[in-house]
DNA sequence: AAACAGTGTGAGATCGATCTCACATATATT
DNA sequence: AATATATGTGAGATCGATCTCACACTGTTT
């Protein structure tokens, strides 16, 4: 047996009176009598009455819904930002559309144009891409409110929430060089994405201003995936002069890097010294523990979610762009390298 | 400059024809004339028109959403399998909305009924408690598609995909037990939580074929954080005779207990032996390496996925409930206990 | 010529909630 | 008593897409 939900119509016949005078009742606005208020409230009650979002949406224009497009949830990073994301739009009376990119731009484009047929209120995205974001730009012109996050993009002009990769980086690397090494590997990200860029520009200037030259064969590029992280630490350590240390732009890729290490015999600091960007939770379980660069992940969800919401709610300030610090936080996978 | 986007009507309006006809010409039903069709096709095109989907589902009853209730997107098994979910249900034209309970009843409860009132199409669900389900009985009754994941409730008869928690803690438990352990911990779950209460029953008959009386002051409850596992474990080996071997519920756990470990100088396998279920991504990194019961992570979501899919396209078989094997992984984190 | 099938189109109802407007009453003010 | 103001209520329009129905027209069959 299938009973359809109650609509406002079925509450105003059973309280005897009119669906705009129910409504009022339910939604306490404009006059209606003491008597006839309780006595929807009781029907709705009865009825289990809970009002048609899509009605009321198809009407306002706007479903209480955000949408959000990270990389991939699988990274604990982005996991933790749609937590706190979830938590601060549920506050809101918002639910939350979770879709991933899979750092793929197609992906992204349609995950996006599929959400806007819905009408969602506003978007909180990790664009893929740095350069090709004609759909951000639209969004923009549409005057949906959009929130950027760990990434930016160019031409988009809107608030956005990232972290200072290059300085972080640029942290690490020197680090590395201050403790001697001078063939210092990357494995990075791909290109197209704003972190991989920022960070391989910190890696670079720190290695600029020690005076060593780039080196290709030094730079590993994966997915960010532990599987294929694994996969390019063994292409990097398996050429004739490796690296002598190691920086890695995710947790995920760090973890890759420490079960290639493992398998390959390779140990931690004796062989290779390891940085990796992003902490996480066995980084201090590990022997030795893992010296990263760390960044504020409880506040970056939580300071995106903030400002799509006051978008939302009329905010029309210019753009607001939150940078937040990184932090080196050694631990003990690096080892000075007595100069070869 | 706001444009609102394009409606049927203002095709209609373009084309010169009337909104039903453009609807046809749009949807490719009943008669239409071959000329009136493009006329609409270009005009659609010329306004860029993209149907409203909340005007669609107004009246079809239905958004091509489905709503996933997990624990928390924090935990990597979860993280999977919303991940799978997310890609199965794209493939399906559908977006996903998912929430995290937090394991609360309260959000549970409060987050489905908040989903139900967008008229979304399914839900796949971990429900937080074993037995207080009146609200996936509403489901039920009302006929909106369900499947639960990873636990199943007392008396709500649906699609169903868990795994084999008791056999697995089981196989875990005795295999501790013909290493020469009898005071064997647990790190649990609250007991409302189904698969809680499973492993807790594989653990107990475990014990009981082992002869060994079980003993509240081996059992530890905590919320799967690694936060909270660090300190329920502390408490657990800071009595006077603490276990000998410690069995954690899930990977979080497991984290949280090796990082507990570390911090109180208890070395594995030498001081204690450890087993947990659900594998993790470092747990063939660390010295030793962790033996855990593994599930079938990579099946379950997308297992689940394809019932609700199934059910949306109208499959009205009885109920199928499928439960994947659990293995046990050796590894080292388990040595002999020379009896006591 | 009459009846019928096939083709093409538009008017209007519908989904459910909300809002405007008009119309009642009741009380207060001149 | 006449007018103004406050208070309650209902009829009907609206949001955008879809669907039913009625109506028209062509061509075929008796």
Redesign the interface.
């Known amino acids: 047996?299938?009973?359809k939900?109650a609509t406002l119509k079925d509450v105003a016949a059973l309280a005897n009176v009119s669906r705009a005078t129910a409504a009022r009742a339910l939604n306490s606005y404009g006059y209606v009598g003491d008597e006839t208020a309780q006595k929807v409230q009781a029907a709705a009650e009865k009825l289990g009455y809970?009002?048609?979002?899509?009605?009321q949406?198809?009407r306002s224009g706007q479903?209480p819904?955000v949408g959000c497009i990270l990389g991939?949830?699988?990274n604990?990073f982005f996991?933790?930002i749609?937590?706190d994301i979830?938590?601060l739009a549920?506050e809101c009376g918002h639910?939350?559309?979770?879709?991933?990119s899979k750092e793929e731009l197609d992906q992204e484009i349609s995950?996006l144009?599929?959400?806007?047929?819905?009408?969602i209120r506003g978007f909180i995205v990790a664009p893929t891409s740095a350069d090709n974001n004609a759909h951000l730009k639209d969004l923009i012109a549409?005057?949906v409110p959009l929130v950027l996050i760990d990434r930016v993009a160019q031409g988009v002009d809107c608030d956005s929430v990232v972290v200072d990769n290059e300085g972080g980086a640029r942290k690490a690397v020197e680090y590395l060089i201050a403790m001697g090494h001078h063939r210092i590997g990357l494995l990075q990200d791909d290109m197209r994405i704003f972190t991989s860029r920022e960070r391989m520009s910190g890696y670079r200037a720190a290695l600029a201003a020690g005076g060593i030259a780039p080196d290709d064969r030094m730079v590993s590029v994966s997915q960010s995936t532990?599987e294929h992280a694994v996969d390019a630490t063994i292409r990097l350590f398996s050429q004739k002069s490796p690296p002598t240390a190691l920086f890695t732009v995710d947790s995920?890729m760090t973890?890759g890097a420490?079960?290639a290490f493992?398998s390959m015999g390779i140990s931690i600091p004796h062989d290779v010294s390891l940085i990796g960007f992003d902490d996480f939770?066995?980084a201090?379980?590990?022997?030795p523990q893992i010296t990263v660069v760390s960044q504020p992940v409880s506040e970056i969800g939580r300071a995106a979610a903030r400002l799509l919401f006051d978008r939302l709610s009329g905010k029309s300030d210019p753009p607001q762009k939150i940078r937040f610090e990184t932090k080196l936080i050694v631990r003990g996978s690096v080892s000075r390298h007595s100069a070869g």
Chains 1, 2 share one sequence.
């Open positions: 047996m299938v009973r939900p809970r009002g048609n979002r899509l009605a949406a198809l479903l819904i991939d949830i699988q604990p996991a933790r749609a937590h979830e938590v549920r639910n939350l559309v979770i879709g991933s995950l144009a599929s959400l806007r047929s819905l009408s549409e005057n532990v995920l973890q420490l079960l493992r939770n066995l201090t379980f590990t022997d």
